[in-house]
């Protein structure tokens, strides 16, 4: 099964300021095969369920703010939300959907400073 | 609108049985994959089932295989997991969730409210 780690478990950050998550799979979610790393990455706020905000690493999912953004390849990924608003207080968790099980990472807790 | 209305959660004692539902709207279930993805009180997302658009492929996470079964019926838009020989470990909240993958995109941009599962005696 392929681990995902997320860094930091938490973080708080002012409003208007940077904050970015990290996540690392144990092995390579990248297909070769169309040069895509299959990472997803979701927000959820308590009482709902997760909403995906990117997928292949980088991809916006429709809707989604341009605030957020993912990057990285291989092994290595970061979610940036580049100027942080209130609404964007939740957890963030990612996923590689390269391969069965789908294994989420553990979670990253986003605060207002 | 894209919907998944989930029913079918409760109290159930451990060793018991439950079937979980997730009813589907606004758009070709029988073209999506899909999963079951469940959350223990206060901790983290756990992958539980997927099941194809055809249900040709099924797999389970190892901590339910053998006792929990996906399944859809394309014809009613449906989806469903099938619990026996729960125990206290299975708690959480269980969402039904479409996938993105077969349709040229990744990650399930589509998920039901959750239904609360809870175990206990």
């Known amino acids: 099964d392929i681990v995902m780690t997320q860094s930091p478990d938490s973080l708080a950050v002012s409003l208007g300021e940077r904050a970015t998550i990290n996540c690392k799979s144990s092995q390579t979610v990248l297909h070769t095969s169309n040069n895509k790393n299959y990472v997803a990455w979701y927000q959820q706020k308590p009482g709902h369920p997760p909403k995906l905000l990117l997928y292949w690493a980088s991809t916006r999912e429709s809707g989604v703010p341009d605030r957020f953004s993912g990057s990285g390849s291989g092994t290595d990924f970061t979610l940036t939300i580049s100027s942080l608003q209130a609404e964007d207080v939740a957890v963030y968790y990612c996923?590689?959907?390269?391969?069965?099980?789908?294994?989420f990472g553990q979670g990253t807790k986003v605060e207002i400073k | 609108e894209v919907q998944l209305v989930q029913s079918g959660g409760g109290l159930v004692k451990p060793g018991g049985s439950l079937r979980l539902s997730c009813a589907a709207s606004?758009?070709?279930?029988?073209?999506?994959?899909m999963n079951w993805v469940r959350q223990a009180p206060g901790k983290g997302l756990e992958w539980v089932a997927y099941i194809s658009a055809s249900s040709g492929y099924i797999y389970y996470a190892d901590s339910v295989k053998g006792r929990f079964t996906i399944s859809r019926d394309n014809d009613k838009d449906s989806l469903f997991l099938q619990m026996n020989s729960l125990t206290t470990e299975d708690t959480g909240v269980y969402y039904c969730?479409?996938?993105?993958?077969?349709?040229?995109?990744?990650?399930?941009?589509?998920w039901g409210r959750g239904t609360l599962v809870t175990v206990s005696s």
């Open positions: 969730a479409r996938d993105q993958g077969g349709n040229g995109r990744g990650g399930d941009d589509s």
């Open positions: 996923q590689q959907h390269y391969n069965i099980p789908r294994t």
């Open positions: 606004g758009f070709s279930f029988n073209s999506y994959s």
